[in-house]
C-alpha cells in the first residue's frame, strides 16, 4: 500500500499544471542535496582523519562528544522546516481503506523527507571509515544503530509537538541555556555526551533503549494521530474565536498605515509568518561566522555579513510579496486598492525591521566598530536599494502561499523565475563589487561609505523607483491572479 501511495503522488506531481516550476524547484533542490551530500560525506572523512592524525585522539570520542549538539540542531531544523504530509491523505479518508494504514503511511514518509535522512549519510560514511580502520564491527554497528535511531526520534517529537509553540519556545530556550552553560563550562554538557554517545560502542547492546524509544515514539504518534484523522478535525487549520485587534496609531498613516496594520495581524496569527520573524531574528547571529573561518574575515565578507545581518526580514518576507496575500489577492484587485500604497505599506515595513536590526547589531561593535559601522552601510543599502529590489521581484513571484496550512516552513514553495534571479545581482552582486573595488584602491573607510551613499541615492529616488515597480506589477497582474487561482 505503501508503493501505491506513493505511486499516486508521483502521478500527481506529473499531472499538475504547475509541472514546469515544480520540476525546476526539484532540480535546483536537488542541486542542493546533492552539495549537502558532498559536505556530509566529505566532512565524515575530514572528520575521522583530522581527529585521528592532527589531534591524536579516538574519533569516535570526539564525534561523540559533540552529537548532543548536532542532536538538537537537528531538532531545530525539523521543526521549522520539514512538513506533515496530512495534506495529501485527505482524499482517502473517504475511501475504503482502513485509517491505520493511513495513518502508518503518513509516518513512514517523513522518513523519506531529506531533513530524515541526509544527516545519516555522514554516520554511514564515518562508520565505513572507522571498520576500515580497525574498530570492532559490532561496537559499530551498535554505535551507528545506537546514534541514527535517536536522530529519526526527531522526526516523532517534530509531530507530536508541531502545533505547541509555547512548548517549543520552552525547549528552545533551554537549549540557549544549555549552550551558554557548555560554552562558560559550568557544566561539562560536552562531556556527559561523550560519555553518553560512546556507550552505543562500548556496550552495542545499549542500542535497544534507541529501539525502545523509537518503537515507543512511534506508537504514541500513531494515536496521537489517529484520534484526530478524520476530515474536519485535525488536517484542518484549528478554529478560533475571532476578535478584533487594531494599532490605533498607524490609522492616521491612511492606506499605508491600514496594510501594515493588516501585515502586524497576519504576522502574529500564523504559524508560517511566525517563521519568518523567527528567522529574521536568527539572522542577526550570520555575523558569528566571521568567528568560525579565516575565510569570513576579509572586508569584503564582512560587507557580505552585514546584508544579512540587517536584511534577514527583507529576504524573508519581501520576496513573497504578494504570495502572503494569495489567497485574498483576486479579491483585492476588483477594488479600488492603490498599488502604490499597497508596496509602499510592505516596503515600509521591512525597512522599519531592517532599522530595528541595524540598532540590534550595534553588539558586533564589541568586536571592533569597523565591522559595525560596515554592517551599518549594508543596512542603509538594504533600506535604500535592496528593499525596493525585493519587491520588485515579488512581481514575479507567482506561488501563493496558504497561511492556514500547518507546514512548517518559512514560506512553502517559491516559483522559478529567471526574472527574479537576475534582481539578485543588484541585491547582492552589486553592493559586494563596489565595496570590493573602492575598498581595495582607497580604503576601507571609502568603501563602506560608496556602500551607504548607493543605499541614500536609492532611497532619494524611492519615488521613481516606485513607479517602475507598480508598472511591473501591473503588467504581471493577470498572470499572477491566474496562478494565485490555480490550486495545483
Known amino acids: 500500500m505503501f508503493f501505491k501511495f506513493l505511486r499516486l503522488e508521483i502521478k500527481s506531481f506529473f499531472r499538475g499544471s504547475s509541472l514546469g516550476i515544480n520540476l525546476a524547484m526539484k532540480i535546483f533542490r536537488f542541486i542542493g542535496i546533492l552539495y549537502f551530500m558532498a559536505c556530509l560525506v566529505g566532512g565524515a572523512f575530514g572528520a575521522f582523519f583530522y581527529i585521528q592524525e592532527e589531534m591524536h585522539q579516538d574519533p569516535l570520542q570526539i564525534v561523540s562528544k559533540f552529537l548532543i549538539a548536532g542532536w538538537a540542531v537537528?531538532?531545530?531544523?525539523?521543526?521549522?522546516?520539514?512538513?506533515?504530509?496530512t495534506q495529501n491523505i485527505k482524499p482517502f479518508l473517504t475511501?475504503?481503506?482502513?485509517?491505520?494504514?493511513?495513518?502508518?503511511?503518513?509516518?513512514?514518509?517523513?522518513?523519506?523527507?531529506?531533513?530524515?535522512?541526509?544527516?545519516s549519510l555522514f554516520f554511514v560514511t564515518f562508520c565505513i571509515i572507522a571498520l576500515f580502520n580497525g574498530y570492532?564491527?559490532?561496537?559499530?554497528?551498535?554505535?551507528?544503530?545506537?546514534?541514527?535511531?535517536?536522530?529519526?526520534?526527531?522526526?516523532?517529537?517534530?509531530i507530536l509537538f508541531n502545533d505547541k509553540e509555547t512548548i517549543a519556545i520552552v525547549v528552545g530556550g533551554a537549549f540557549l541555556v544549555i549552550a551558554g552553560l557548555a560554552y562558560y563550562q559550568i557544566i561539562p554538557v560536552l562531556d556527559y555526551s561523550k560519555i553518553f554517545f560512546y556507550n552505543f560502542y562500548d556496550r552495542p547492546y545499549f542500542a535497544v533503549i534507541s529501539l525502545m524509544l523509537f518503537l515507543g515514539l512511534w506508537k504514541m504518534c500513531f494515536y496521537h494521530i489517529r484520534q484526530v484523522f478524520y476530515l474536519d478535525q485535525g488536517l484542518e487549520a484549528k478554529k478560533a474565536v475571532g476578535k478584533t485587534e487594531n494599532i490605533a496609531f498607524l490609522n492616521k498613516y491612511g492606506a499605508i498605515g491600514t496594510f501594515i496594520n493588516n501585515d502586524i495581524k497576519m504576522m502574529k496569527r500564523n504559524k508560517v509568518t511566525k517563521g519568518i520573524i523567527w528567522g529574521s531574528f536568527m539572522f542577526l547571529f550570520y555575523g558569528m561566522l566571521m568567528f568560525t573561518s579565516p575565510i569570513y574575515k576579509t572586508p569584503t565578507m564582512t560587507m557580505f555579513m552585514g546584508l544579512f545581518v540587517t536584511?534577514?526580514?527583507?529576504?524573508?518576507?519581501?520576496?513573497?510579496?504578494?504570495?502572503?496575500?494569495?489567497?485574498?489577492?483576486?479579491?483585492?484587485?476588483?477594488?479600488?486598492?492603490?498599488?502604490?500604497?499597497?508596496?509602499?505599506?510592505?516596503?515600509?515595513?521591512?525597512?522599519?525591521?531592517?532599522?530595528?536590526s541595524m540598532v540590534l547589531a550595534v553588539c558586533y561593535a564589541y568586536f571592533g566598530w569597523e565591522m559595525y559601522v560596515t554592517f551599518f552601510a549594508a543596512g542603509i543599502y538594504n533600506i535604500g536599494?535592496?528593499?525596493?529590489?525585493?519587491?520588485?521581484?515579488?512581481?514575479?513571484?507567482?506561488?501563493?502561499?496558504?497561511?492556514?496550512?500547518?507546514?512548517k516552513r518559512f514560506g512553502q514553495k517559491n516559483s522559478f523565475n529567471m526574472k527574479a534571479l537576475l534582481l539578485l545581482i543588484p541585491k547582492m552582486f552589486l553592493p559586494i563589487v563596489v565595496f570590493g573595488l573602492v575598498q581595495h584602491f582607497f580604503g576601507i573607510t571609502a568603501g563602506v561609505m560608496s556602500v551607504a551613499v548607493m543605499g541614500l541615492i536609492g532611497f532619494l529616488f524611492r519615488e521613481k523607483i516606485f513607479d517602475i515597480i507598480v508598472k511591473h506589477y501591473k503588467v504581471e497582474?493577470?498572470?499572477?491572479?491566474?496562478?494565485?487561482?490555480n490550486k495545483d
Not at 136 to 158: E, H, K, Q, R
Not at 314 to 343: H, W
Open 136 to 158: 570492532n564491527a559490532v561496537n559499530v554497528l551498535g554505535w551507528f544503530a545506537g546514534v541514527s535511531l535517536l536522530f529519526y526520534l526527531n522526526n516523532f517529537i517534530n
Open 95 to 119: 475511501l475504503n481503506i482502513s485509517k491505520k494504514t493511513l495513518v502508518n503511511y503518513l509516518l513512514s514518509k517523513t522518513f523519506i523527507s531529506v531533513f530524515s535522512w541526509l544527516n
Open 385 to 407: 536599494v535592496n528593499s525596493q529590489f525585493t519587491l520588485w521581484s515579488g512581481a514575479f513571484n507567482k506561488m501563493q502561499i496558504d497561511l492556514n496550512s500547518k507546514e
Open 477 to 485: 497582474k493577470y498572470s499572477t491572479l491566474e496562478a494565485f487561482k
Open 74 to 85: 537537528d531538532l531545530i531544523a525539523k521543526y521549522i522546516w520539514q512538513e506533515m504530509p
Open 311 to 356: 536584511g534577514g526580514f527583507q529576504f524573508l518576507f519581501g520576496q513573497r510579496v504578494p504570495a502572503f496575500d494569495s489567497s485574498y489577492y483576486p479579491l483585492m484587485m476588483t477594488l479600488n486598492v492603490p498599488y502604490k500604497e499597497y508596496l509602499k505599506a510592505k516596503w515600509w515595513l521591512m525597512n522599519i525591521v531592517t532599522a530595528a
